[in-house]
């Protein structure tokens, strides 16, 4: 059984920035995409970003291109996801999740398992 733990969640004002970490469990970290996804209340699931085994290739969301970036160490089996310029619209519970070997990244369906989540918020 794997385990996502998700850490780095707060409180921050606008135009401020936090770091997600995303603590793996397991011995097949490295073979998986892993995503971020977030969500408020009485919403969907948004993806936010999803990144490669190799972490050499990534996708990104249009509501946060520009402005986040995701980045992981396999040695550590940790997936970060670095929030800058942030929003009050980035107020939500932010997820990562692991990835089937197949499907497309912006689904949820993608993905085998998920974090607990870590809450996000943004004052205006």
């Not at 970490?21 to 892993?34: E, Q, W």
């Not at 993608?110 to 870590?118: H, K, P």
Request: hydrophobic fraction near 30%; aromatic fraction near 12%.
């Amino acid at each position: 059984q794997v385990q996502l733990v998700e850490s780095g969640g707060g409180l921050v004002q606008a135009g401020g920035s936090l770091r997600l970490s995303c603590a793996a469990s397991g011995r097949t970290f490295s073979d998986h995409s892993m995503g971020w996804f977030r969500q408020t209340p009485g919403k969907e699931r948004e993806f936010v970003v999803g990144i490669s085994p190799s972490g050499l290739a990534t996708d990104y969301g249009a509501s946060v291109k520009g402005r986040f970036t995701i980045s992981r160490d396999n040695a550590k089996n940790t997936v970060y996801l670095q929030m800058y310029s942030l929003k009050p619209d980035d107020t939500a519970t932010y997820y990562c999740a692991r990835k089937y070997f197949s499907g497309a990244y912006i689904d949820t369906r993608s993905y085998e398992y998920w974090g607990q989540g870590t809450q996000v918020t943004v004052s205006s």
